[in-house]
């Protein structure tokens, strides 16, 4: 007898993961969900720990995610809320790739006046502080969506939807999906949430990074218990390959069941409550080009955005505060209201031919500054941002945007920076990286591919330039990492990258530094990222490392080619020219070769300013400028992917010494 699907879609409704054949695998995120009730279950909570700190009652917390395949699969959490009082909105923290649930957020959460719940959908170890947490932890038993995986081979985050001992379904499903899985954990979570004596049922909110962005944002799209969403570095959604009249974008070979059911793409045009978009320019997990337009739809009222410039997976301060204030309004009820999205207009129709940027901001608070950005690089992971110095004009702000060449797209958008209101700047709970005396709220990313240059009429009129950076704006073009630590900081710019800043074949780069102290400083150019000019070619870092003397003068360092060593044994070529130059880094420690090894350079605590001056080029020809490519085998990519998560991993645990 041949199957009725509709009848197999109606027997799925009555049971609760109902076993799925063929006929009735799940084609939308309606049918993908319709049969799981959050509610339904019994949770079996249990509570594993408890004690109290700085006022704060704190818990391991461990609760049923369902039974799959005859056995219970259980997650672990942090749970978190200040001592007395009634009930309490409360924050669902969902965490990254690689990483584990995490007790600061979630006692931060509690000090702030709200329930605070991380789950470790994961399967990492849980951090005390001090001490890891020995005890029960998050099973999934018969199934396995822990990252890294723990017992199967295959990932089912980044794909197949084929079936295996550890996936729910024994037919190619997106059930199948490890996404799938954790969101159940995660809906789950909220019902944990609903049922606690201190939590407010009502003002539940969620938040979270990379991995757990992207969760952020589903579990906004399906789950109206939500009532505010953070997602951070995640969530940008995914361009299909047939899809090439967008400039920059990353596509994907995702199955039509993948996008339909597993990316985000099928649940963004679901959410109903209020999301901030918070991410960096270059994030490596939530392309930019992929949020500004698969976020297109979603209308001013219901989103905003916080897009840091030139950094990747994590944001600058005025950045990061604009989450506990986004809580504050949406979850607390709190006085202060987040700045409009500011409104700009790209305008290629003027008269001389150079593309003008207009921005808009909303003057209910008193703006500080505007800093337009605009980009003529369709590589979205290590495009530079110029800033086009944006000019207050009565209530807007203009910039002139000039290109170099009608071939390539150009891209732009813009940051509106406030004073953060005292309050919260004094306010003893606006610690670490939600101290901030700014806030910035970005604009919608605005693009236009070359045919659209050349029917506008836009005139090529910018120039190449020796100078790169005179120093006179700070860092304004680079990103800081480790800051805080004096023989660790970092100083990094993609600026070199940019057709108009660089190198002439065969030049020598200058550049002047003041140290204080006998010091090294080790100089990083790492090349081809992300396969940006040579595709199927792995990144290459090359290194030479530069002894500086003790001077309160300014002192000139040069760099050439010739000095330059692969730090890659298994790419030991020397680097023949600067057109595949991506980033450029400083520091006083770094990674450099010795006698044909691998060694680490331990500079010393930097004394006195971090500054440079005249960044430029001297000697050398032009050549023409190599193109970008931007096309990664998805084998590529993935490997790439790997490395950054390891690398985002890395830098963490350096913030957090």
Not at 443 to 470: C, F, H, N, W, Y
Not at 572 to 584: D, K, N, R
Request: hydrophobic letters at 35%.
């Amino acid at each position: 007898m041949k199957p009725n699907p509709t009848l197999a879609f109606a027997l799925l409704l009555l049971a609760p993961l109902a076993v799925l054949h063929g006929a009735d695998v799940p084609q939308s995120v309606k049918e993908l969900w319709a049969d799981f009730d959050p509610r339904k279950d019994p949770l079996e909570p249990e509570v594993l720990k408890e004690w109290e700190q700085d006022g704060v009652v704190c818990r391991i917390v461990r609760y049923q995610v369902g039974t799959f395949k005859g056995a219970p699969s259980k997650v672990a959490a942090f749970y978190a809320f200040a001592k007395g009082g009634g009930k309490r909105p409360a924050i669902l923290d969902i965490h990254g790739g690689g990483q584990s649930a995490s007790l600061s957020t979630v006692v931060t959460c509690a000090q702030r006046g709200y329930v605070g719940m991380s789950i470790n959908w994961g399967g990492n170890k849980m951090s005390l502080g001090r001490d890891t947490w020995g005890g029960p932890q998050t099973d999934w038993d018969k199934l396995d969506a822990t990252h890294p995986p723990q017992r199967n081979p295959s990932n089912h985050f980044a794909g197949p939807l084929t079936p295996d001992d550890y996936t729910l379904d024994a037919v190619e499903s997106p059930r199948n999906s490890n996404w799938f899985l954790v969101l159940m954990a995660a809906r789950r979570a909220v019902t944990f949430l609903e049922q606690q004596p201190e939590t407010d049922p009502a003002r539940i909110g969620a938040r979270g990074h990379s991995m757990g962005g992207k969760l952020t944002t589903n579990l906004a799209g399906i789950d109206h218990r939500i009532k505010a969403a953070v997602p951070s570095c995640g969530g940008s959604g995914d361009i299909a390959e047939t899809q090439a009249d967008l400039p920059g974008t990353s596509r994907t070979k995702s199955s039509a069941m993948e996008l339909a059911c597993i990316s985000d793409n099928a649940y963004i045009p679901l959410i109903a409550c209020p999301v901030l978009w918070l991410s960096p320019t270059n994030d490596f997990h939530a392309h930019i080009d992929n949020m500004a337009w698969n976020w297109r739809d979603v209308p001013d009222s219901r989103v905003r955005f916080s897009i840091s410039p030139h950094l990747n997976h994590r944001h600058t301060d005025e950045h990061a505060i604009t989450e506990y204030l986004w809580f504050e309004e949406h979850l607390k009820g709190a006085s202060f209201r987040m700045p409009q999205t500011p409104g700009i207009v790209l305008d290629l129709k003027t008269t001389d031919g150079v593309p003008r940027i207009t921005v808009t901001p909303d003057d209910a608070r008193p703006v500080r500054r505007v800093d337009v950005y605009y980009s003529i690089d369709p590589h979205a992971l290590t495009r530079f941002w110029r800033d086009a110095r944006a000019v207050k004009a009565g209530a807007q702000w203009k910039a002139s945007a000039p290109v170099m060449s009608l071939d390539r797209p150009i891209f732009a958008y813009a940051n509106v920076v406030y004073e953060t209101p005292a309050e919260y700047r004094a306010s003893p709970q606006a610690a670490g990286r939600d101290n901030s005396d700014t806030l910035a709220i970005s604009s919608r990313v605005l693009s236009v591919a070359p045919a659209g240059l050349q029917s506008a009429g836009v005139k090529a009129t910018d120039t190449r330039e020796r100078l790169i950076d005179d120093g006179t704006r700070g860092w304004h073009d680079w990103y800081l990492l480790n800051w805080g630590h004096a023989p660790l900081w970092t100083a990094t710019t993609r600026k070199l990258k940019d057709p108009k800043w660089r190198g002439p074949d065969g030049a020598t780069l200058h550049f002047d530094i003041q140290c204080q102290t006998d010091n090294t400083l080790v100089v990083t150019f790492n090349c081809n990222a992300w396969g940006a000019f040579i595709p199927g070619k792995p990144a290459v870092d090359y290194t030479v490392v530069k002894s500086l003397k003790a001077s309160r003068d300014w002192q000139t360092v040069s760099v050439s080619l010739g000095e330059l060593t692969s730090t890659d044994p298994k790419q030991p070529a020397p680097l023949a020219s600067w057109q595949s130059v991506t980033e450029f880094t400083i520091s006083p420690s770094g990674t450099a070769m010795r006698d044909g090894q691998k060694v680490k350079i331990d500079g010393k605590p930097w004394q006195g300013p971090r500054n440079i001056r005249n960044l430029r080029w001297e000697g050398g020809t032009y050549a023409p400028p190599a193109s970008t490519d931007g096309a990664l085998r998805s084998e590529d990519f993935q490997k790439n992917f790997n490395d950054a998560i390891r690398k985002s991993l890395e830098q963490e645990k350096l913030d957090r010494k």
